[in-house]
């Protein structure tokens, strides 16, 4: 059995590559490169380069390798960027989407597991985020996922596709030195970026009404969200009902004064970060229950958070001097 990973040479589908063949399964990759590596890819693993706007290629990728379900990551998904660009969100995250279904309902493929967001829950009134709290996405990109997942359940209805969405806030960390986070979006390659180049991080709001006055959100380690996306995998595959769309969250969350506080740990790089104004939209406290998710399909917070600030320190120090 053979599972297509779109964007499986980026950050997250490299680690749900590698989680896949660890469990046995075989893999196929398409990824256009934009912004995954192709280092990141297995030896042995085949890779075919090209767009998820690409029908025949993914018709052609799905036949040639005999898939049976697809693992869905690629997409564009900078959230404030999605705002300046959002009919190339729309293109790449709801069209691709529409096309990677199209293909493969063309070629008989039933089973997919959509990498979706946390972002379309927009900023909600409660601050511990379920499956039922209302979406009201609130950039290009959470509506784009949000409409990922329509999708999905109309091609349930209309061709009996199985099909769930896992939905998570902010992934870090690594499970292999090699594979690190290139997005020039997200926090801890930001903050590491700066401290290796000598600079001071800068976090957003200190004012907060939390216990340290930072923002609180989810951070989960990327090797965790891998082997629940595999454990979906494996339970559409074994016929298992599910649901249709899973919080890979941590029930706690850690703040961002938190994060910096292990970072001067792990680094031995002692630093207090510039603190700027409050970015405007930002809720002072977002936290997803994940206690569905553990029931069905395997997720678990096995990493502490320095653990997930150790891994990612690694892997990105081992990328900065491979570049030197």
Known sequence: ???LVTGGAGYIGSHVVRALTEAGLRAVVLDDLSSGHES?????????????????????????????????????????????????????????????????????????VFSSSAAVYGTPDTDLVTEDTPKNPQSPYGESKLIGEWLLRDQ???????????????????????????????????????LLEGRTPRINGDDYPTPDGTAVRDYIHVGDLARSHVAAATA????????????????????????????????????????GPRRAGDPARIVAAGDLAARDVEWEMRHSLREMVE?????????????E
């Open 156 to 194: 349930g209805v209309a061709t009996g596709l199985r099909h769930t969405s896992l939905r998570y806030f902010n992934v870090v960390g690594s499970s292999d030195a090699a594979l690190y986070d290139s997005s020039p979006h997200n926090l801890l390659p930001l903050v590491f970026t700066a």
């Open 236 to 275: 559409l595959s074994a016929g298992r009902e599910l649901e249709p769309a899973y919080n890979l969250g941590s029930g706690t969350g850690s703040s961002v004064g938190d994060i910096m506080r292990t970072v001067r740990e792990v680094t031995g790089i002692d630093f207090e970060p510039e603190v």
């Open 40 to 112: 990141f890819i297995p030896v042995d693993v085949p890779f075919v380069h090209g767009s998820i706007l690409n029908g025949e290629l993914l018709m052609s990728t799905m036949s040639e390798h005999g898939v049976v379900g697809v693992i869905h990551v690629a997409g564009f998904k900078y959230a404030g960027v999605s705002v300046q660009r959002p009919l190339h969100t729309y293109e790449q995250n709801v069209t691709g989407t529409a096309r990677v279904l199209g293909a493969m309902e063309a070629c008989g493929v039933d089973k997919i």
């Open 1 to 3: 059995m053979t599972w």
């Open 311 to 323: 891994t990612q320190w690694i892997s990105t120090r081992g990328a900065s001097r491979g570049s």
